[in-house]
């Protein structure tokens, strides 16, 4: 039976589930992609929420999405992106983050292999960097987990996305996870946010792969902020032995076009 890990990024959401982000309303925006994650992937392994979950870092955002995801929440981890409280992500949290205080990482195995989630969240910044305690963590988990293939999840890409605007506000210190990962091997792909488009190229030997938030959209290959005309989206990574596919689902149609 082949193993599901849907990765859902960028919920963005607000104060009031009715609320506009750049006149979307996010909230329904997720609530529609979730009406197609229950018909279709409803018995999917794993959820990874990628980050960027609250908008403004709102308390209201997080829990909106523990009403939202109820029934999906023990299948649920999490990291932060930058626009995420990290605190109030962990008191809303409590059965899914572990430990306090840190970063908000998550490691756990799925059908044989090893998942691994990322804290890239600076706080007060856009960008994205990994701590040197976390890197540690990083190489201790590589090293008591050798023999298992291992998937990497973090909010900010660590390569360029090829948009000028976006790749300014990258994760800052990928030079130091180069280090970890040369003696990883078992790690056969990274996943990432943070810029709200599908968009896939490598790091070193390993694919990365960004997935397009639940709300709005970020046109490729542009110098400065570009909304996209296509319908929000999320990510279906099927484990296959040792080896993974992927691709990207949307909703049939843009009902919200960012303004
Ligand atoms: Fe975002
Ligand atoms: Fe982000």
Same mark, same amino acid.
Request: charged share 20%; with cysteine.
């Given at each position: 039976?082949?193993?599901?890990?849907?990765?859902?990024?960028?919920?963005?959401?607000?104060?009031?589930?009715?609320?506009?982000?750049?006149?979307?309303?996010?909230?329904?925006?997720?609530?529609?992609?979730?009406?197609?994650?229950?018909?279709?992937?409803?018995?999917?392994?794993?959820? $990874?929420? !990628?980050?960027?979950?609250?908008?403004?870092?709102?308390?209201? /955002?997080?829990?909106? @999405?523990?009403? +939202?995801? *109820?029934?999906?929440?023990?299948?649920?981890?999490?990291?932060?992106?930058?626009?995420?409280?990290?605190?109030?992500?962990?008191?809303?949290?409590?059965?899914?983050?572990?430990?306090?205080?840190?970063?908000?990482?998550?490691?756990?195995?799925?059908?044989?292999?090893?998942?691994?989630?990322?804290?890239?969240?600076?706080?007060?910044?856009?960008?994205?960097?990994?701590?040197?305690?976390?890197?540690?963590?990083?190489?201790?988990?590589?090293?008591?987990?050798?023999?298992?293939?291992?998937?990497?999840?973090?909010?900010?890409?660590?390569?360029? $996305?090829? !948009?000028?605007?976006?790749?300014?506000?990258?994760?800052?210190? /990928?030079?130091?996870? @180069?280090?970890? +990962?040369? *003696?990883?091997?078992?790690?056969?792909?990274?996943?990432?946010?943070?810029?709200?488009?599908?968009?896939?190229?490598?790091?070193?030997?390993?694919?990365?792969?960004?997935?397009?938030?639940?709300?709005?959209?970020?046109?490729?290959?542009?110098?400065?902020?570009?909304?996209?005309?296509?319908?929000?989206?999320?990510?279906?990574?099927?484990?296959?032995?040792?080896?993974?596919?992927?691709?990207?689902?949307?909703?049939?149609?843009?009902?919200?076009?960012?303004?």
């Amino acid at each position: 039976m082949t193993t599901h890990i849907l990765q859902l990024s960028d919920f963005h959401l607000l104060k009031n589930h009715a609320d506009e982000l750049r006149g979307v309303p996010t909230a329904d925006c997720l609530t529609d992609l979730l009406t197609l994650v229950r018909a279709n992937y409803s018995a999917a392994d794993l959820f $990874v929420l !990628s980050g960027d979950i609250a908008a403004y870092g709102d308390v209201e /955002a997080y829990h909106q @999405t523990r009403e +939202l995801l *109820a029934d999906l929440l023990p299948r649920c981890v999490m990291i932060p992106g930058n626009h995420d409280e990290t605190d109030l992500m962990r008191q809303a949290f409590p059965e899914t983050i572990a430990g306090s205080p840190g970063p908000v990482t998550f490691s756990c195995d799925v059908a044989g292999w090893r998942m691994i989630g990322l804290d890239s969240h600076v706080a007060g910044a856009v960008h994205g960097e990994l701590c040197g305690d976390q890197l540690q963590w990083l190489a201790d988990e590589f090293s008591q987990h050798r023999d298992q293939a291992t998937l990497l999840f973090m909010h900010h890409p660590p390569i360029s $996305v090829e !948009s000028t605007w976006l790749d300014r506000i990258m994760l800052r210190n /990928a030079n130091d996870l @180069t280090k970890v +990962l040369h *003696a990883a091997p078992q790690v056969r792909g990274i996943f990432c946010g943070h810029v709200h488009q599908e968009f896939s190229g490598s790091f070193g030997a390993i694919p990365v792969h960004t997935t397009p938030a639940t709300a709005i959209q970020f046109a490729p290959h542009t110098e400065e902020l570009q909304f996209d005309n296509v319908p929000p989206g999320f990510r279906v990574i099927e484990l296959d032995g040792d080896k993974f596919h992927t691709h990207i689902v949307r909703l049939p149609e843009l009902k919200y076009p960012a303004t």
